[in-house]
T-cell receptor, first 111, second 114 residues
């Protein structure tokens, strides 16, 4: 079972780029990495998903190095509304799909 | 709004009791997941169902059980409740069961055991 770790918290200013890294040393060959955003008293919301190299969508980029033992969520030009907890999720493939969420990173964006 | 609904929103009960949490997935989604979120444990995957059948099991206690009905809604049953069961319980749904599937989370049920 992949164990994931993330920084507990990060602070940033509006307009800056924020990079949050998740470590998943025991990731298996077919596992995918997904990032979710969670606001207080709400369920997590999908941000981005990837397997290797780089994935980009309208809100974020996801960088995964060749060894796949970590992944970095990049949020360009954050705003106050990006203040939330960000979780990485490693989904194990091959019958069972056991799901391991990271410890979560509290991002605080200030003016 | 993710399209996933959960009831009740809040639930307060006493130790030793039994409760049932209900989840309705997004229209068309066949897979349902249950998670427990507490301050000290973070988001913990409990169990997954796909089209009525149990698909995967995570850190679910023996006192807990779940099922998915023919109309695809799911229920999570928690029995012999303990103080430590107080947490937010989330349900999520996805179209299928691939590891590439996006999960859509409901608003959660906040359970308080006194």
């Amino acid at each position: 079972l992949a164990k994931t770790t993330q920084p507990i918290s990060m602070d940033s200013y509006e307009g800056q780029e924020v990079n949050i890294t998740c470590s998943h040393n025991n990731i298996a060959t077919n596992d995918y990495i997904t990032w979710y955003q969670q606001f207080p008293s709400q369920g997590p919301r999908f941000i981005i998903q990837g397997y290797k190299t780089k994935v980009t969508n309208e809100v974020a980029s996801l960088f995964i190095p060749a060894d796949r033992k970590s992944s970095t969520l990049s949020l360009p030009r954050v705003s106050l509304s990006d203040t939330a907890v960000y979780y990485c999720l490693v989904e194990e493939a091959g019958g069972g799909n056991k799901l391991t969420f990271g410890t979560g990173t509290q991002l605080k964006v200030e003016l | 709004d993710s399209g996933v609904t959960q009831t009740p929103k809040h639930l307060i009960t006493a130790t030793g009791q039994r409760v049932t949490l209900r989840c309705s997935p997004r229209s068309g989604d066949l897979s349902v997941y249950w998670y427990q979120q507490s301050l000290d444990q973070g988001l913990q995957f409990l169990i997954q169902y796909y089209n009525g059948e149990e698909r995967a099991k995570g850190n679910i206690l023996e006192r807990f059980s779940a099922q998915q009905f023919p109309d695809l809604h799911s229920e999570l049953n928690l029995s012999s409740l303990e103080l430590g069961d107080s947490a937010l319980y989330f349900c999520a749904s996805s179209v299928a069961v691939s590891e590439q599937e996006t999960q859509y989370f409901g608003p959660g049920t906040r359970l308080l055991v006194l």
